[in-house]
């Protein structure tokens, strides 16, 4: 009884999504095109758009292929409430055929920013500038850059469910991905439930998110990469019974935190805020370790619960 309505490509103007309908992604859907790394100096050819996600909105995809980008310069606002939260899934769910312990149905969300990282594709460049930039996993394109208050919109309420992808053996989706954003983008209480692969991963920025879920992760629940620095407060990590022989990785973690592979210096160095959190695993026998902090990583983790 419901119209479904299909995105496809890029979304080239402001889009907003209404309750009523459910929303099917048909491949990639990029947010905008990317306006580069500099605010102050966009690329001509990139589109800034705004995509508005109205509470109790659904939006499914039926393949690792279907999955959501926000290119930089662009913003999502997915304004879900704890009554009507924005539902990001797979078709199966959507149909009530999805199993238990089902992965990997779709391809998940990305979010692309212009925040500091340290992982730059140019060897010659310094970390942190906008010469510092490197694309993102799953063909999801650039991110990088040097403003640390960039602002790529809002999760609130808002759940990802049975998503990520292994693209090949270095290169797979996370349920989402917050690669380069700024402390302007507010995440608070989102869940991702049953990823293939990471469930929370932050690939270098300023991003804080507050009151996160991740249950059923096939990898790390919440991870860490390329210098980020932003923090986590209040967060609830259960691994679930299979969630390794259900998922793409044999030592799913808990928190799996690094500054940079092959690099320990390399700077902007990860210095994350970690507090208010339980970790629980599941029972799972193929399951980590509780947490793993290394390559040079710094920070604070405090106040947490690792069972």
């Not at 109205?54 to 999955?67: N, R």
């Not at 913003?75 to 539902?87: D, F, L, Q």
């Not at 692309?112 to 999801?140: F, K, L, W, Y």
């Amino acid at each position: 009884g419901n119209r479904v309505c299909q995105l496809n490509g890029n979304l080239t103007a402001d889009t907003r999504l209404t309750r009523g309908s459910i929303y099917e992604l048909v491949g990639p859907v990029f947010v905008g095109v990317d306006r580069g790394p500099d605010p102050a100096s966009p690329l001509p050819s990139g589109i800034e758009v705004d995509l508005t996600i109205d509470p109790g909105v659904t939006i499914f995809g039926s393949s690792g292929s279907d999955y959501i980008v926000v290119t930089r310069g662009s913003t999502i606002h997915s304004n879900g409430t704890a009554a009507a939260p924005v539902v990001m899934t797979s078709r199966s769910d959507v149909d009530g055929t999805v199993g238990a312990n089902d992965r990997g149905q779709w391809g998940g969300l990305v979010i692309n920013g212009r925040a500091p990282i340290n992982a730059c594709i140019d060897g010659t460049a310094t970390g942190g500038t906008v010469d510092c930039e490197t694309s993102g996993e799953g063909c999801s394109g650039l991110f990088g850059g040097a403003t640390p208050t960039d602002d790529s919109g809002d999760l609130f309420y808002t759940q990802v469910r049975y998503a990520g992808f292994k693209v090949n053996n270095e290169d797979e989706l996370n349920g989402i991905a917050f690669q380069g954003t700024g402390s302007g983008l507010e995440v608070d209480y989102v869940q991702v439930y049953n990823n293939l692969d990471d469930c929370f991963e932050f690939f270098g920025g300023t991003t804080n998110a507050k009151h996160l879920i991740a249950l059923g992760c096939g990898d790390d629940s919440l991870a860490w990469t390329d210098g980020w620095q932003g923090s986590i407060q209040y967060a609830i990590v259960y691994g679930g019974v299979s969630s390794a022989t259900g998922g793409i990785s044999g030592d799913p973690r808990g928190i799996e935190g690094d500054n940079l592979s092959g690099n320990n210096t390399a700077a902007p160095v990860s210095t994350p805020h970690v507090s208010n959190f339980t970790l629980i695993s599941g029972g799972d026998t193929a399951a980590d370790t509780g947490a793993v902090l290394r390559r040079g990583m710094k920070g604070t983790i405090a106040n947490g619960i690792i069972l």
